[in-house]
């Protein structure tokens, strides 16, 4: 039922910029609290950022805190994490995620590589 659908990785040089986009379906998207995830290999998945229903609240990572910035959409059931300064080791599989009834729903990831 819940879709999510990450877009916008590639691979970006060191100081580089890109911004990653989440389309959500099959809930009621503008209640719900939407995150960011990754996960290097043989590393744990991380949360790199999240943001309230409203939009009102966001939270960061410590690695990344200065350097990204969440935000959504609810006109467009979509979320966007915008990743400036780009490091090597912000170099993972980026995820959507939301909690819903005490479920995670995941999308299927998008690969950022920072690499000169």
């Known amino acids: 039922q819940v879709q999510l659908v990450e877009s916008g990785g590639g691979l970006v040089q060191p100081g580089g910029s890109l911004r990653l986009s989440c389309a959500a379906s099959?809930?009621?998207?503008?209640?719900?609290?939407m995150n960011w995830y990754r996960q290097a290999p043989g590393k744990e998945r991380e949360l790199v950022a999240g943001i309230s229903g409203t939009g009102r609240i966001t939270k960061y990572a410590d690695s990344v805190k200065g350097r990204f910035t969440i935000s959504r959409d609810n006109a467009k059931n979509m979320v966007y994490l915008q990743m400036n300064s780009l490091k090597p080791e912000d170099s993972a599989v980026y995820y959507c995620?939301?909690?819903?009834?005490?479920?995670?729903?995941w999308g299927q990831g998008t690969q950022v590589t920072v690499s000169s």
């Open positions: 995620n939301v909690v819903r009834n005490g479920y995670n729903s």
């Open positions: 099959g809930f009621t998207f503008n209640i719900f609290t």
